[in-house]
């Protein structure tokens, strides 16, 4: 699969003068309440209206959806308010029905991305459909499984194809309920950037407090849309409670955030741009030698470590850098998440050179 121009061809003909928005409840509930969000959202910028009929759910016991009878309340929603409709979709059968409901976008879960298998039965499953077709990053972040999946839907003969961000399981707890990872995201954008990228803030944070914040950067790093569970009564939602946001939030959330553009013509701005970059480049290029000297002196430390048949990984000098790196870090603005990424990666490659030297 190669970019091209046409894969946004979907999206432009949208002519949107805003992000795409793909908003509505995590979980279809009841009639009333999937109609009644929809007539929330009908006047606001939302295009597409989700709902999940099919509810894959982390343990066995839980609301795992409504099923097949939620498609027919999207069709009366699009009767009655003009909204687009979207759900997810994890096998043939669920393909059929969507289908056969006439919905216009269907999503491939992060679940459902890992597996191959389940991919080409959605591949061959949804071959040739005129609908739009995301397919959601899978739950490990591997760029090329998630490539390799939406591959598996182009070679099917789909055409409106994009992508879905929803963040990273982590074993490790942080402030994310899946963690960005944007670089993920930016690679993404390197390899296909007329492949249409929306971010899923919901997923990604877990709390309806942090959706805001998360949708921006999205938009600062040039997603097309975002994708924001909504709900009425969030707190009595019947799935993913705490992520969810009122219309109104969703509303004011889509006022608030500001949409950059991707460069200005202005003379003296790219002039001043042309500047900085030129300081960014020898900067760059003395952290790069800076970097190789340090290496230079660890192939030293490796050579003495084999004389004395002394273990490479030293854990307390280890964590004596790390300590003083961090504060002194801090005291430069750069954070500790930041500092402690670069410096194992330090650590690892200065292991690696000293592997080589003691085991030569
Ligand atoms: O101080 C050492 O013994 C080193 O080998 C250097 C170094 C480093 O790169 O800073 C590398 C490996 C050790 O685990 C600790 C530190």
Partial sequence: MENSKQ?????????????????????????????????????????????????????PGNFEGV?????????????ETGLKTATEVANRAHVELALEHDIDLLWIGARSTVSPFIMQELADALQGTDKIVLVKNPVNPDLALW????????????????????????????KYRNIPEW??????????????????PSHITGKRDMIFDVSQTALDLNFDGLMIETHHD????????AQQV?????????????????????????????????????IDNQLIETLGKRMKISDGIGALKKQKNVAVLQSNRWNQILGAMILEGESK?????????????IHQESINHQEKIVNA
């Avoid at 182009?154 to 055409?159: F, L, R, S, V, Y």
Wanted: charged share 30%; net charge negative.
């Fill in 333 to 345: 603005g750069l954070s500790e998440e930041f500092v402690l990424r670069m410096f194992k990666a």
């Fill in 183 to 200: 670089q993920v995201a930016i690679e993404f954008q390197n390899k296909f950037p007329d492949l249409p990228l929306i971010n899923d």
């Fill in 246 to 282: 009122t219309p109104e939030k969703l509303v004011q959330i889509m006022r608030d955030l500001r949409i950059r553009k991707e460069s200005d013509p202005e003379a003296e701005y790219n002039s001043e741009l042309s500047n900085l970059r030129a300081q960014i480049d020898i």
């Fill in 147 to 174: 490539l390799g999946g939406i591959e598996r839907l182009h070679t099917a003969g789909i055409k409106k194809l994009g992508a879905i961000h929803r963040g990273f399981s982590t074993y490790e707890k942080t």
């Fill in 7 to 59: 894969m946004r061809t979907w999206l432009d003909d949208l002519n949107l003068d805003h992000p795409l928005v793909i908003a509505g409840p995590c979980s279809a509930e009841t009639e009333e309440q999937v109609l009644g969000i929809a007539h929330s959202l009908k006047d606001t910028d939302v295009n597409y209206y989700r709902a999940g009929i099919w509810k894959p759910r982390t343990r």
């Fill in 67 to 79: 099923g097949a009878l939620g498609l027919k309340w999207l069709q009366k929603v699009k009767a």
């Fill in 234 to 241: 969030p707190d009595n939602a019947w799935s993913d409670a």
